[in-house]
């Protein structure tokens, strides 16, 4: 059975830094897309950062492009979030997500594209 889970999650203040942890367990998604997406009060879920496959080229959201990156450790089967400079828009709960068969650059936007996903982590950015 494939987990998901993330921590990480927390308060801070404008402008300062969290980093997020996802740790997957019951398969390896070394060869496959992972990444994250997040939920704010009332709004859809909207994509944040993913890559196809480990080492591949990471697809920003235009809101996060230079402040967020994305590591992934193979070896630990987990993805992490880097987030500086973070904004009070940035409040949100984060979630970690995984695909189970290859997916196309195009799509990796796309909520639909993740087959699994994490139970989520509040971060709350104070002004």
């Known amino acids: 059975q494939v987990q998901l889970v993330e921590s990480g999650g927390g308060l801070v203040q404008a402008g300062g830094s969290l980093r997020l942890s996802c740790a997957a367990s019951g398969r390896s998604f070394e060869n496959y897309a992972m990444g994250w997406f997040r939920q704010a009060p009332g709004k859809e879920r909207e994509f944040v950062a993913a890559n196809r496959y480990s080492g591949g080229i990471t697809s920003f959201a235009d809101s996060v492009k230079g402040r967020f990156t994305i590591f992934r450790d193979d070896a630990k089967n987990t993805v992490d979030l880097q987030m500086n400079s973070l904004k009070p828009e940035d409040t949100a709960v984060y979630y970690c997500?995984?695909?189970?068969?290859?997916?196309?650059?195009?799509?990796?936007?796309?909520?639909?594209?993740?087959?699994?996903w994490g139970q989520g982590t509040q971060v709350t950015v104070s002004s």
């Open positions: 997500a995984a695909a189970k068969t290859a997916i196309p650059f195009a799509t990796i936007r796309g909520v639909a594209s993740y087959d699994y």
